[in-house]
């Protein structure tokens, strides 16, 4: 195991009508804050209601932006921080997903950073502070509610980038898995898969001696694959929206971190994928995972074997450690494919003509790796991507 | 699942040579500080000076108050109180395990409460403040380096009380695996006891639908019941003890309770058993849980043979779910034993003169009962304490 150090401070706020104490919380901030969400989904289900109204009897004056979008924009961002700025507003609500809570983070950040906030996502610059966040969570997926990242597309250029920093973690985090019942099904899918891909991400490392947070990705992957397909057949689930909606935030929190060193390479090759075509996250992840996996098993064999065995169930004969690996890997894939996702590029309406483009923009034009577990060139990256075709 | 909130800041500093951060971290708070401890084990292994040294380097002053022992007592409290008083005392280090981290916490409420202590642990008073504590870990046990928790021994009566607020959760918590290298075989079995406990108090719920944290129990379960072998083995194999180290904390933190209710009674069975015998608790633990669940498994047995299959591996037909249940039971048992534990009050020594006074005291002369799983009342407590003979 690994030194580490970990805090994760974000207040969990979880159940049945929580979001009704939202201005109870935010009040403990600010009285004059940014409310930050998507498009209108959220005044349809009722909720932007609830949060006017919690907000008001807390007396909480608060200026609005919406038109969030997946795979959130940086022009927004700017936007935000100029608006935030000319307020002098120092608390930014969240209510949404990843791309509205990423979006949060990102003016957080931006307000009391002097120069281009871009500037933070491409290494020129570090977080030294942020203004306070706080979250109602729509979507079970990024596990951003109490992480210490946020990624943003930059328009110019379609570049997809993150940034990590405990100043960013937001400081309450309201989950109403009842918020979720209008979710389509495709969006709870891809969702799953993201939460899902945060876990192995980490569990695929050459740390040795890590059998307490091995066990605890096995046990937060197994309540995600349990509890998924009952939300397929019934959204309005409360117990498994619960399950999944909490494991996704302890997929993200770094506590499944802790003493160990995660691979992020699919995340990387996906983020290329969703920057130019668009699609889901959570999609793309579904189609490029398993294309790692298939690339990379032999570097560590008896850990595939392990991943198979213990989250998969496969019970083959411990002679053949190949057969079990590729037996786990393909339940993955069946995994994806009985949700609904896409689990190749074919699948997904792409057609694979700007690999060699998506392979140099990974690499930064062949100049760096990708990865931890097995560090990849821009040539394994093609080979992964036409795995994926 | 039920609604729940839930926040840990406490932040963890994990592995080697951590503890010459001390003084780095504490200065974050303050410059004068309390340092607490218990006897000379922390100046023969040398971590003493290390301490002194980190704060004087950092220009920390210390007032010391040492002699913490286990079961640790209120006059102790009240000293530490009124030193931090006389000298404008606003931080305290506790260096040592349960006992003096629970010290510190008693101390650190008292210092701000304007009255007895006690009040608060006997619930004629709540927790509006504490000063910040801070910790450096020699003994993976209790969870209190960053639990909410605190139980000391009043020694008037020999009553042993607990106070719970998530204001006394430690700022930091400095966890070396190496300061426990040092640590008698029998204290790294009770303290493996206690972390168990601390599970198993909240596995056994009656709360339906909490599969994640259902899983996240048997994990760190695991975890433990495969490590600590190896350090009857080995005291100073350090991926056992940094297992075993981290799992005592994710045990008692709170997330292995989110959205369920735990039971609590072999807790405070023991209690009543260490506040008379001066055993150590985790001993005692040892003792009271195999009792309780003998008595209590018929209440839920599918909850009893889900414990049994997929934390002790018992591979019986489904047919007979009693002898699954009992099976599990028995194979804890034998756990305890063979990391050398008491598994039955003869084992420790303790004849059953005192069984009616110890049952008397649980339930305040027979006027409340114990426990959420099963709740109990007088004569089942005695019940439990003779199948523990």
Redesign the interface.
Known sequence: ????????????????D?ENRVGEEVKKYSNKIMLIYGGGSIKRTGLYDKVINSLKENHIEYIELSGVKPNPRLSLVNEGIKICRENNIDFILAVGGGSVIDTAKAIAVGVLYDGDVWDIFIGKSVIEKALPVGVILTLAATGSEASDSAVITNENGWYKKGIHSDLIRPQFAIMNPELLYTLPPYQTAAGAADIMAHIMERYFTNV??V??TD??C???L??VI??VPLLMEDPKN??AR??VM??GT?AHNG?LD??RVGDWASHKIEHELSAIYDIAHGAGLAIIFPAWMKYVYKHDINRFVQFAVRVWNVDLSFEDSEAIALEGIKRLESFFKSIGLPTSLKDAGINADRIEEMADKCTVNGKVTVGQFVKLNKDDIINIYNIAK
Chains 1, 2 share one sequence.
Do not use: H, S
Request: glycine residues 4%; contains cysteine; proline residues 2%.
């Open positions: 195991m690994e030194n580490f150090d970990f805090v994760c401070p974000t207040k969990i706020i979880f159940g049945k929580t040795r001696n059998d307490l066990r605890l096995e046990a937060t197994k309540t349990n509890n409360y117990n619960a399950e909490w494991a302890i506590l802790t003493g």
